[in-house]
């Protein structure tokens, strides 16, 4: 089993802040997901990134897949209140074109006003 | 509106009373797949699904059957629940796998007494 670890676990910071969480594995995944997830709800799928040192620009949200493919990172530029939530990654293998998904543990964000 | 349905949204049931968990999508996807996720362990892979007739086990299918007889509907059975399968469930499904990234279901709550 292919392993994904989240960094931090919990992050409590003020609006305005930047901030960046990481998301690293020992393995070499073909494809990285990240995805956010309210309470008592599914996740909602950010951005995938398929090609190793691809950077993503979402709004304010950057994500960059590492060259060797290993690790992830997500950086939101001055954060909101709005994105509070969890953010996790998963890592797709390369032997079933991504069906065979590992999650982080994920990041519990908190933007305070 | 395209999405992942699961019924019902929550369950509560008893030891060894076989239960189905039903997950439809719409968008003709060909990936599917089945997660739990609990408390410091985050999202496991239960089963995921390639195509249709084509299913295979993820990191925890102990206690969990699936089938996949078409495309849209990709159910989760319970043969015999026991309480340690008391989880959040959640369905997905995907275009791409990988590739695409995987859309989820609002999840179904289950608690085994």
């Known amino acids: 089993t292919q392993l994904l670890e989240q960094s931090p676990q919990f992050l409590s910071i003020q609006e305005g802040e930047n901030l960046t969480v990481y998301c690293n594995s020992s393995?070499?995944?073909?494809?990285l997901q990240w995805y956010r997830q309210e309470p008592g709800e599914g996740p909602v799928l950010l951005v995938t990134v398929v090609t190793g040192g691809e950077v993503k620009k979402l709004k304010r949200l950057t994500f960059q897949f590492g060259d060797a493919r290993k690790d992830s990172s997500l950086h939101i530029t001055a954060a909101q209140p709005g994105d509070t939530g969890l953010y996790l990654c998963?890592?797709?293998?390369?032997?079933?074109?991504?069906?065979?998904?590992?999650f982080g543990e994920g990041t519990q964000l908190t933007v305070n006003p | 509106e395209a999405q992942v349905t699961q019924n019902p949204r929550y369950l509560i049931t008893v030891t060894g009373k076989k239960l189905t968990v039903t997950c439809s999508q719409n968008m003709n996807h060909e990936y599917m797949s089945w997660y739990r996720q609990d408390p410091g362990l985050g999202l496991r892979q239960i089963y995921y699904s390639m195509n249709v007739e084509v299913t295979d086990k993820g990191d925890v299918p102990e206690g969990y059957k699936v089938s996949r007889k078409e495309k849209r509907n990709f159910p989760l059975i319970l043969e015999s629940p026991s309480p340690n399968q008391t989880s959040l469930y959640f369905c997905?499904?995907?275009?791409?796998?990988?590739?695409?990234?995987?859309?989820f279901g609002s999840g179904t709550r289950l608690t085994v007494v």
């Open positions: 393995s070499v995944f073909s494809s």
């Open positions: 998963a890592g797709g293998e390369k032997e079933t074109s991504g069906s065979r998904l590992t």
């Open positions: 997905a499904s995907s275009l791409l796998a990988g590739a695409a990234g995987y859309t």
